[in-house]
């Protein structure tokens, strides 16, 4: 698989940042993220961000860009030094500190960004954390977490399974899914 791009990820929290008055909540942010990923694997055969996601009790979690953003990472380490760049973190809220680099971006990852902005953004981190419940990477670890409260790491096949809801965006065509399943399972093993 492609490796997990930490710029992308900062530059994405400073889009979704930028986008809501120059700040964003943290959980907020990571359910965001989850769902540029989804949507972008399921149109165009790759995720954004090359994140590794978990399964956790409040909904699916960007592990790799959770890990930097919480300071879980060298303090002088390329991700961290990056993020500190371009954003920072105070209690639950990252704030954007300077402009989003747009060079990090294919024309897609905005494309898909601005959509999830515009079906999602209305929700708070608490409704997106309800909402990731119900789609099939978190369901299928909805028993163990509820009983053992422990993160379980999402597979990425489930991302190409339908999630049926009034917004539509992730209820496509099988044959198209299997396309980009293909598509991004060869290009993850060459």
Not at 89 to 106: A, C, D, R, Y
Not at 109 to 133: P, R, T
Not at 160 to 183: C, M, P, R, S
């Amino acid at each position: 698989m492609k490796g997990y791009n930490h710029k992308k990820a900062a530059q994405l929290i400073n889009y979704f940042a930028a986008y809501n008055q120059g700040a964003i909540n943290k959980m907020k942010a990571f359910k965001l993220i989850w769902l540029v990923n989804r949507l972008h694997l399921r149109r165009y055969a790759r995720t954004v961000t090359g994140d590794i996601h978990y399964a956790m009790e409040w909904g699916a979690v960007p592990s790799n860009t959770k890990d930097f953003v919480e300071s879980k990472v060298a303090p002088q380490s390329t991700e961290k030094l990056y993020f500190d760049q371009f954003l920072s973190l105070e209690g639950q809220t990252i704030s954007s500190i300077q402009e989003v680099n747009p060079k990090v971006f294919s024309e897609t990852d905005l494309e898909v960004a601005d959509e999830i902005l515009k079906n999602y953004n209305g929700l708070d981190q608490f409704e997106l954390a309800e909402y990731s419940h119900f789609f099939p990477e978190w369901k299928r670890f909805q028993e163990k977490i509820e009983k053992s409260g422990s993160s379980y790491k999402m597979d990425i096949n489930d991302f190409f399974e339908n999630y049926i809801d009034e917004k539509g965006l992730f209820n496509d065509k099988k044959e198209d899914l299997e396309v980009a399943k293909q598509l991004f399972f060869e290009t993850a093993n060459a």
